[in-house]
């Protein structure tokens, strides 16, 4: 089909309503590719973690998921469960009368006949969230398309409902709802487990989660390979007393919290330096300071420069940072102030949409 561009779709003159006020409108409510969802909501053991789930087009366009669409209701935000004899009175705004493929979407024509859904819909609440029953597999693979590595995939998608939400994103095992409750701001955050009890957690929002997450767990492999190499020492006695000695220390919690506490410090750092840069992988801290300035100034060779060179272009950085940036919002400071409580907390403890926004936010500036 004809693919749709933005003023094609969702300008005013696209839209129309019927002789009773009834809202007809199409829109995209399922796209394929991989989806981030927490350990937590697949009911897997261990510590939190992301974990993606791979939705192939044999699964979302198969002829027998996308007739579940067909006359299912359409709801004002997700239920509290899925919609049934029961409930569909309380919950329904609406139904969905066609569906049918453009290219990796699925696209839903809509009837929208409660008047409060309407005017949500017409004043900019505009994304779509299917919430349907689904199995999930566990199949490692890699995503033919974007080369992203997925560890589930879903099948036997049956839909029960299409909400209308303020944003979408991936949701929950068998009774999925794919979006963010209610009340959550556009920046969704997330517990933050710090040890694998998870006696001790912070809140963060999600893309500062991942940057913690990521140096916890490269600090927690390097304890535990430096506990391992006590072992072997003690077993063995091939290693001096004091070997061993320095390499339990490696592992003690003021250790683990010090190297804490110089990474997400360094981190924070290069964040203002570089306001997209990515700490994914990185935990030396001078390795920090040398990609967030090979980001800053490209055009120099930062691999072979020192480090005394590279620590006195970072330092200078950050003041040049600090003097553009004293006029940082509310929430940007909050996120620091958050980074460095756990800093302080981690000094003495050992460690730690999505259903299509990206692809539909592309579908509304007519990109492929």
């Not at 006359?71 to 309380?90: C, E, G, I, Q, R």
Request: glycine share 4%.
């Amino acid at each position: 089909m004809k693919r749709m561009t933005f003023d094609e779709t969702f300008a005013p003159t696209s839209r129309f309503l019927t002789p009773e006020g009834f809202l007809c409108v199409k829109g995209i409510a399922a796209r394929t590719g991989v989806y981030q969802y927490l350990s937590s909501e697949l009911d897997l053991d261990g510590p939190e973690r992301i974990v993606n789930v791979y939705r192939s087009p044999e699964e979302v366009f198969s002829p027998e998921s996308m007739a579940t669409y067909l006359h299912k209701d359409v709801t004002n935000d997700h239920p509290a469960d899925l919609v049934d004899s029961k409930t569909f009175k309380d919950v329904s705004v609406g139904h969905v009368r066609g569906v049918e493929r453009d290219g990796d979407n699925l696209v839903v024509d809509m009837i929208i006949k409660d008047q409060s859904a309407i005017d949500d819909i017409q004043s900019g609440k505009a994304e779509l969230s299917p919430g349907y029953l689904a199995e999930y597999v566990e199949a490692p693979g890699i995503d033919p398309v974007s080369g992203t590595a997925y560890e589930y995939v879903q099948r036997d998608i049956q839909i029960n409902h299409n909400a209308v939400v303020e944003a979408a994103r991936a949701g929950k095992v068998a009774r999925i709802f794919d979006h963010k409750p209610k009340g959550i701001p556009n920046m969704a955050t997330r517990k933050v487990f710090l040890d694998s009890k998870k006696s001790r957690s912070i809140i963060l929002d999600e893309e500062a989660a991942q940057v913690v997450e990521d140096a916890v767990s490269a600090l927690q492999r390097f304890a535990d390979e430096q506990s391992e190499r006590a072992d072997k020492a003690e077993a063995t006695k091939d290693s001096a007393e004091e070997e061993l000695e320095e390499a339990k220390k490696a592992t003690s919690d003021a250790s683990i919290g010090l190297r804490v506490k110089a990474t997400l410090d360094t981190i924070a750092l290069a964040a203002r330096v570089v306001k997209s840069f990515d700490a994914k992988g990185l935990v030396s801290p001078i390795e920090i300071k040398r990609a967030a300035m090979a980001q800053l100034k490209p055009t120099r060779d930062w691999a072979t420069k020192s480090e005394a060179y590279v620590v006195a272009a970072f330092d200078a950085a950050v003041d040049e940072a600090a003097e553009k940036d004293d006029d940082e919002d509310e929430d940007g400071t909050k996120t620091n102030d958050s980074l460095r409580q756990f800093a302080k907390d981690a000094f003495n403890a050992p460690k730690l949409t999505t259903d299509g926004s990206t692809v539909y936010d592309k579908f509304l500036r007519g990109e492929k």
